[in-house]
């Protein structure tokens, strides 16, 4: 069974710019959340998807927004880029809800300069 | 508001010891409890699940254990090796209708040869 991918891997662009990430969940897997790593706040929560509706939102400006496909792939777009949205982007795929384990994608690495 | 604690931040072990780490957070009305390791620049890898209404996971060398009523869980490592050395990150799940998941800061393992 193919775990969750994402795409791209690395992603280098200049402030102001915008960007789209994709996520492929696990194949059976209905919810889609997406998290920001960064050294200095860690993981944080960003969105989470299920069914084509966003479930649950993190503390993050309007700049950052998502959505999911009726085939359960995510998208998360940043618009306007700050030098402070440098950072590893995960996705996590799971069943339903809490009661199954979150399988995390190899993430994607975005450098805004 | 879930804060989840990890403690140490960072830990050096000679090949073959066993060793624990520890996670705490502050509101018990958890519904799970998941122990991930990331290895350098890469995604997360789940380790073992713990639903609430457990006491305690295991797999292979690895022992997890959660105490709701104290807000603490252990993830115990039995005969550490090389191998190990990543960091590893304890991540709550307060339930309802969603997946997110609050992480802990992180213990930093080296297993020295």
């Known amino acids: 069974k193919a775990g969750v991918t994402q795409t791209p891997r690395y992603l280098i662009k200049t402030r102001g710019q915008q960007v789209t990430l994709s996520c492929s969940p696990i194949?059976?897997?209905?919810?889609v959340s997406w998290y920001q790593q960064t050294p200095g706040q860690g993981l944080q929560f960003l969105f989470e998807?299920?069914?084509?509706?966003?479930?649950n939102k993190g503390n993050f400006p309007g700049r950052f927004s998502g959505r999911q496909f009726s085939n359960s792939r995510s998208e998360m777009n940043v618009s306007t880029l700050e030098l402070g949205d440098s950072a590893l982007y995960l996705c996590?795929?799971?069943?339903?809800?809490?009661?199954?384990?979150?399988?995390f994608g190899p993430g994607t690495r975005l450098t805004v300069t | 508001k879930q804060e989840v604690t990890q403690i140490p931040a960072a830990l050096s072990v000679p090949e073959g010891e066993n060793l624990v780490l520890n996670c705490s957070f502050t509101?018990?009305?958890?519904?799970?409890l998941q122990w991930f390791r990331q290895d350098p620049g890469k995604g997360l890898t789940s380790l073992l699940l713990?639903?609430?209404?457990?006491r305690e996971q295991t797999s292979g060398r690895l022992n997890a254990s959660l105490d709701k009523s104290s807000g603490r869980s252990t993830l115990y490592i039995a005969a550490s090796q090389p191998g190990d050395s990543a960091t590893y990150l304890c991540?709550?799940?307060?339930?309802?209708?969603?997946?997110?998941?609050?992480f802990g800061t992180g213990t930093l393992l080296a297993v020295q040869p």
């Open positions: 713990i639903q609430s209404s457990q």
């Open positions: 996590a795929s799971s069943l339903t809800d809490s009661v199954y384990e979150q399988y």
């Open positions: 509101d018990s009305a958890i519904y799970n």
């Open positions: 194949s059976g897997h209905r919810s």
């Open positions: 991540a709550v799940d307060n339930g309802g209708a969603t997946n997110k998941l609050i």
């Open positions: 998807y299920f069914s084509e509706t966003q479930r």
